[in-house]
T-cell receptor
Framework: EAQVTQNPRYLITVTGKKLTVTCSQNMNHEYMSWYRQDPGLGLRQIYYSMNVEVTDKGDVPEGYKVSRKEKRNFPLILESPSPNQTSLYFC???????????????FGSGTQLSVL | AQSVTQLDSQVPVFEEAPVELRCNYSSSVSVYLFWYVQYPNQGLQLLLKYLSGSTLVKGINGFEAEFNKSQTSFHLRKPSVHISDTAEYFCAVSGKGAQKLVFGQGTRLTINP
């Protein structure tokens, strides 16, 4: 089954404790992206990747890092989480060249992060 | 830059009634337009999209949307809703050639029996 898998589904942590949210897709998609969803703000893009070793900032990249060492994986790293990063996070993927050609995004089920 | 405004944060309707969820966008370039749906505790999935051609686009689950370039709108409609349509709906726009999909704030559709 074609899918985007995120882990963990729920995560509670404390300020400053490094964490990684994993994302993996089995569709051989070149394009992958991370979004955060906050009430009243919709989804905002954090980072995206056009292919292996190619990443770029979205609208809200501060406090986040990503890497793309393999095509299927696109982890989101919070080096020093803060309470304002409490949010619902979604990973998404699509065929190349991604949204600039109107490609459909496939979303993971989300990771609810709480930073205390 | 593109932006999207969904004019209603919540829309309550009765089962089998028609519904329209409104979406307006702004962009200085030609755009692609999308509607995504998020069922409770799930990720988003594509309902329909407009790339070019006919301005009336049909999607899954009986939904359709009409692209109106002069009014910069892309409203979503369904003639008769079901309880299972309860979800949050997101309008999104991507400028042609731009590597970013901009989402609206979302509209929560609640269907009452």
């Amino acid at each position: 089954e074609a899918q985007v898998t995120q882990n963990p589904r729920y995560l509670i942590t404390v300020t400053g404790k490094k964490l990684t949210v994993t994302c993996s897709q089995n569709m051989n998609h070149e394009y992958m992206s991370w979004y955060r969803q906050d009430p009243g703000l919709g989804l905002r893009q954090i980072y995206y990747s056009m292919n292996v070793e190619v990443t770029d900032k979205g609208d809200v990249p501060e406090g986040y890092k990503v890497s793309r060492k393999e095509k299927r994986n696109f982890p989101l790293i919070l080096e020093s989480p803060s309470p304002n990063q409490t949010s619902l996070y979604f990973c998404a993927s699509s065929l190349s060249p991604g949204t600039r050609a109107g490609e459909k995004l496939f979303f993971g089920s989300g990771t609810q992060l709480s930073v205390l | 830059a593109q932006s999207v405004t969904q004019l209603d944060s919540q829309v309550p309707v009765f089962e089998e009634a028609p519904v329209e969820l409104r979406c307006n966008y702004s962009s200085s370039v030609s755009v692609y337009l999308f509607w995504y749906v998020q069922y409770p505790n799930q990720g988003l999935q594509l309902l329909l999209k407009y790339l070019s051609g006919s301005t009336l686009v049909k999607g899954i689950n009986g939904f359709e949307a009409e692209f109106n370039k002069s009014q910069t709108s892309f409203h979503l409609r369904k003639p008769s809703v079901h309880i299972s349509d309860t979800a949050e709906y997101f309008c999104a726009v991507s400028g042609k050639g731009a590597q970013k999909l901009v989402f609206g704030q979302g509209t929560r559709l609640t269907i009452n029996p």
